[in-house]
């Protein structure tokens, strides 16, 4: 069964405004990894996060990887209609194979 | 360039008569992977190779099967499609390590008509 859960399963944002979905595993993750699918499209890797308590950003992307590294998070800023489509995040307990979460499907209101 | 090709892009498919779906990869990955993905919903992983050793999911139907013949393909046959099996299929790849970031493919959409 699903290992990883992903909330909320969608978000309706104001084009500007900021947003963060969240990432939650009952199981510490050797890494954590977040995918893009824009509609119509296939998955697409956005980043990996390793270590306890690392952030890292890509433009206006901010991932984090919690201290325990069973939780994980991507916040948008200055949300853009290029921003639409389905946030996926992945988890890795130990060795063990990627356990995909349910994604967030944002939608942009300009 | 393309490094996971999937074709066909759409394949339609009468109930019950066979399918295969083809991957190919060009990146030299060990880890090739078959999911299906319908629609809002997280891709769901059927099968993987971890190069020449299949790992099947403990509830991928029977009527799924796979072969991958050599480190560039991969296939996915469907035996007798019924119409809960109209989806998109993806195929992915990861360098070493199942652990390892995936390349997917562009997807196989199939109709079972």
């Known amino acids: 069964g699903q290992q990883v859960m992903q909330i909320p399963q969608y978000q309706h944002v104001q084009e500007g405004e900021d947003f963060t979905t969240y990432c939650n595993s009952s199981t510490t993750l050797s890494n954590i990894q977040w995918y893009k699918q824009r509609p119509g499209g296939h998955p697409v890797f956005l980043i990996q996060?390793?270590?306890?308590?690392e952030v890292k950003k890509q433009k206006r992307l901010t991932f984090q990887f919690g201290e325990a590294k069973k939780n994980s998070s991507l916040h948008i800023t200055a949300t853009q209609t290029t921003d639409v489509g389905t946030y996926f995040c992945a988890g890795a307990p130990g060795d063990y194979k990627l356990s995909f979460g349910a994604g967030t499907t944002v939608t942009v209101r300009a | 360039d393309a490094m996971v090709i999937q074709n066909p892009r759409y394949q339609v498919t009468q109930f019950g008569k066979p399918v295969t779906l083809s991957c190919s990869q060009t990146?030299?990955?060990?880890?090739m992977y078959w999911y299906q993905q319908k629609s809002s919903q997280a891709p769901k992983l059927l099968f993987h190779?971890?190069?020449?050793?299949?790992?099947n999911e403990a509830d991928t139907p029977d009527n799924f099967q796979s072969r991958r013949p050599n480190t560039s393909f991969c296939f996915l046959d469907i035996r007798s499609p019924g119409l809960g099996d109209a989806a998109m299929y993806l195929c992915?790849?990861?360098?070493?390590?199942?652990?390892?970031?995936?390349?997917f493919g562009p997807g196989t959409r199939l109709t079972v008509l």
């Open positions: 992915a790849t990861s360098r070493v390590r199942v652990t390892d970031t995936q390349y």
């Open positions: 190779y971890y190069d020449k050793d299949f790992n």
């Open positions: 996060l390793v270590k306890s308590g």
């Open positions: 990146l030299n990955h060990n880890v």
